[in-house]
């Protein structure tokens, strides 16, 4: 680790006020995007490759708490302390539809068929919004035992993933009954709840813990003690042999998947870490901070080591992990059916 170039890493200024999201969209033809939430209340788009500034999304009139980008990075969408959400379009920057609500937004997540829009907040409701039919009331999901801090799609839009701010657990939900199904528990509140590119993983962060769940048999796989309390984890989508973390400390550090050794520590930010997300090629990695700006940190490349240990990826411990999983869930025939198309992806690639 000593004898790698250290690389500066790109510092996006333009927010005011913490950044207390990021969200990568996938890579389109135009290249990959980058979407931040801040308290400043103005939600920025950026070339996720070179950080630069393409767009600010103005209209709220609260801290934004939550961002994100359709599979197509055509629209956008972010969730307000100005008790709405509101839909963008994410080439001229036009705000599509506001959602309004009874108190704060905390999540937004777009479904994967980009046909639905999910809410949550200190209401302690779950919203599923049709983008298709815009001033049609939401579906509204069975209460949340608390108010929800995050929020994402899993097994092909029929399963709901949260969190909670105030316990806690990850909470999945039945979409097709609106129940909660299974509970991952934490000893701390998951601050950072995130599903692997490929559909496999579940990567949390609560309190000091980085855990990775099995996304389909809900196991845990993987569970790694930090060196302080972290807000936010992701794990590397291309190979899956590690993984970067950000908190309290200031610091953004990488760490083996396989065995949670520390593997770098990027230093910069002049407050605490809220979130990061690695870019969805795994070249790069983007943090948030108290501090109001963005910082882009470039992967490296591989070394033969790595390749050699990260050619079978996380998948075997996925298969390891299932065999040892005696209880599933009467609706676990979906998770193997994405379980299957991802092995079928892996394969291809």
Not at 99 to 125: M, N, P, Q, W, Y
Request: glycine content about 10%.
């Amino acid at each position: 680790m000593d004898k790698k170039k250290v690389v500066a890493p790109l510092v996006c200024h333009g927010h005011s006020r913490p950044v207390v999201d990021l969200f990568y969209s996938p890579i389109t033809p135009d290249g990959f995007f980058l979407v931040s939430a801040s308290k400043d209340s103005t939600p920025m788009l950026r070339n996720g490759e070179t950080g630069d500034w393409i767009g600010t999304f103005q209209g709220h009139k609260g801290a934004v708490w939550s961002c994100c980008l359709d599979k197509h990075a055509l629209r956008a969408a972010s969730a307000s302390a100005d008790f709405s959400a509101k839909l963008w379009d994410a080439l001229s920057g036009d705000e599509l539809h506001s959602f309004e609500h009874k108190h704060i937004v905390r999540a937004c997540a777009f479904s994967e068929d980009t046909h639905l829009l999910l809410t949550g907040g200190v209401e302690k409701f779950l919203r599923i919004f049709d983008l298709n039919r815009l001033d049609a009331s939401p579906r509204e999901v069975e209460n949340s035992p608390g108010s929800v801090r995050t929020l994402a799609w899993l097994h092909s839009d029929q399963t709901i993933l949260s969190t909670c701010t105030d316990m806690g657990g990850v909470r999945l939900w039945d979409v097709r009954t609106g129940k909660i199904f299974r509970t991952l528990e934490t000893k701390s509140s998951v601050t950072s709840a995130e599903v692997s590119q490929d559909g496999r993983y579940i990567t949390t962060a609560d309190g000091s813990t980085v855990k990775f769940w099995d996304a389909n048999h809900f196991g845990l796989v993987k569970s790694y003690n930090m060196p302080c309390i972290v807000e936010s984890a992701s794990l590397e989508p291309k190979y899956g042999n590690k993984f970067v973390a950000g908190g309290e400390d200031m610091w953004v550090r990488v760490f083996d998947f396989h065995t949670g050794a520390e593997v770098g520590c990027n230093k910069g930010h002049h407050g605490p870490v809220h979130c990061v997300r690695f870019s969805p090629g795994g070249e790069s990695y983007a943090s948030g901070s108290e501090d109001g700006t963005i910082r882009i940190w470039q992967t490296g490349p591989l070394t033969h080591n790595e390749q050699d240990a990260s050619s079978n990826g996380p998948t075997q411990n996925v298969k390891d992990t299932a065999d040892d999983v005696t209880q599933q869930i009467e609706s676990v025939h979906i998770g193997e059916e994405k379980n299957e198309g991802s092995e079928k992806a892996t394969d291809a690639e």
